[in-house]
């Protein structure tokens, strides 16, 4: 949601600096919590008395019954399988609801909603009126909320994704008061690579633009999220998700990963493994520095490459990292 020019001369007299949709702000203590602006994040509004049922035929998790202010993981699928876009989705009303996601997929996906509605009486609309921000503390590492907690209040709604890890979708009006008092509370200034940091951390896949219909969804371990339901029945995609989760062991998974120098490599980066010569082994999903140097990410790899222990990144001969631990057991 980019930022308006009221938000942004809010911003001003904080040390927050603004460089396209990335924030950057001055290093904090490791455990300190971070209030992280995010106008790269944007929310899709789907409303209409066919709201429900036609998220239900298209998306790959319960829509239908999800009850009023819960919230949940989903995605949108090719007919091939591979996730176009995925995102975070809560019913605010009965014919109401929200999905945010990253805001160079929010259009596309749009059109692609919007493709499918024929004569469905729903309505698919970027949300102008609000404001994202993230209360991270990426230090802090434990298992992710399943679901996804949400929070309704009166100056917006909270989600939260883990302890330690949070998304408030406020108002314009509400957004400089709220921002105040977290700061005034102890909350330091921080910027985008926190947030992506955090997202690491607790193995969340964020889809960005460079990996889209580049992944299964149980590649992204949106399966042990509860990010698709094998009970709901058809939508574009099923079968592949279907045949893939009754299979047997994964051959690929989302690991993370941890270098101890080198500069964060950007989403869609290949990966490699001797075990595979000179043929890639995985690709970055999403990447962030660390505060003491290096960087940490989540890649999806062949199961052989992340249990080899060794992992090159861009090359063969490419820098080195190693498999860290999830904080949830991948079978």
Not at 258 to 284: L, Y
Request: glycine share 8%.
């Amino acid at each position: 949601m980019p930022l308006t020019p009221a938000l942004t001369e809010l911003l001003a007299p904080h040390p927050f600096r603004l460089v396209g949709d990335e924030v950057l702000a001055p290093p904090a203590p490791a455990n300190a919590p971070r209030l992280v602006p995010l106008p790269s994040l944007a929310v899709l509004t789907a409303e209409g008395p066919d709201a429900a049922t036609l998220l239900h035929n298209l998306l790959t998790n319960e829509i239908r019954g999800l009850p009023l202010g819960e919230a949940c993981w989903a995605a949108l699928l090719t007919p091939k399988g591979r996730i176009f876009a995925s995102m975070l989705l809560w019913r605010e009303a009965e014919h109401r609801f929200l999905l945010a996601l990253e805001a160079a997929l929010a259009e596309p996906l749009r059109a692609a909603l919007v493709r499918y509605r024929l004569r469905s009486k729903v309505e698919f609309l970027l949300e102008e009126g609000l404001f994202a921000l993230a209360c991270v503390q990426p230090d802090r590492i434990e298992p992710p909320l399943v679901p996804p907690r949400l929070e309704r209040r009166e100056e917006g709604s909270a989600l939260f994704l883990a302890p330690g890890l949070a998304l408030e979708f406020l108002s314009t009006e509400a957004a400089p008061a709220r921002l105040e008092a977290l700061l005034a509370a102890g909350h330091l200034p921080g910027g985008t690579d926190d947030w992506q940091l955090a997202l690491v951390r607790h193995g969340l896949p964020w889809l960005l633009p460079e990996n889209r219909e580049a992944f299964l969804l149980q590649w992204l371990n949106l399966d042990l999220l509860g990010g698709v339901s094998f009970t709901k029945g058809c939508y574009p995609g099923q079968e592949i998700v279907a045949r893939t989760h009754y299979l047997g062991r994964l051959k690929r998974r989302m690991y993370r990963l941890g270098a101890n120098e080198g500069a964060s490599p950007a989403a869609g980066t290949e990966c490699f493994s001797p075990a595979f010569g000179d043929q890639a082994a995985g690709r970055i999903v999403l990447a962030a520095p660390r505060p003491e140097g290096g960087f940490e990410a989540l890649a999806v790899l062949q199961r052989e490459a992340a249990e080899a222990g060794e992992v090159r990144i861009g090359a063969p001969d490419g820098p080195h990292a190693e498999p860290l631990p999830l904080p949830y057991p991948l079978d």
